[in-house]
């Protein structure tokens, strides 16, 4: 499985971004899919994560109300809508597939990793 991640970019404070993430692989359909973001100095954190029918979805506290994940398989894709950005929002998004229908929250749980885009929120 191969991921491309796009949509990053510049924006103020209460802005909008969508991130969108195109998977290539008969089996990526099939599998849970996530958003991650790293900001500089900082660690890897999860942000959010749907299983693989769409049913499903989970986000981190801090953006809870903001964002919202979604997919469509039928053109094998996964996006991330970001609704009032703020500049702690600021890093490096990745788009992530684990191998198997559903996973969690922690960066082991998934076996395949796109190229990240940057999402830079200014005060």
């Known amino acids: 499985v191969q991921l491309q991640a796009s949509g990053g970019g510049l924006v103020q404070a209460g802005g909008s971004l969508r991130l969108s993430c195109a998977a290539s692989g008969r089996a990526s359909s099939r599998y849970g899919m996530a958003w991650f973001r790293q900001a500089p100095g900082k660690e890897r954190e999860f942000v959010a994560t749907?299983?693989?029918?769409?049913?499903?979805?989970s986000y981190r506290d801090s953006v809870k109300g903001r964002f919202i994940i979604s997919r469509d398989n039928a053109k094998n894709t996964v996006a991330l809508q970001m609704d009032t950005l703020k500049p702690e929002d600021t890093a490096v998004y990745y788009c992530?597939?684990?191998?198997?229908?559903?996973?969690?929250?922690?960066?082991?749980?998934?076996?395949?990793w796109g190229q990240g885009t940057l999402v830079t929120v200014s005060s």
């Open positions: 992530a597939a684990a191998g198997r229908p559903l996973a969690g929250v922690t960066t082991h749980e998934y076996a395949y």
């Open positions: 749907i299983n693989w029918s769409g049913d499903s979805t």
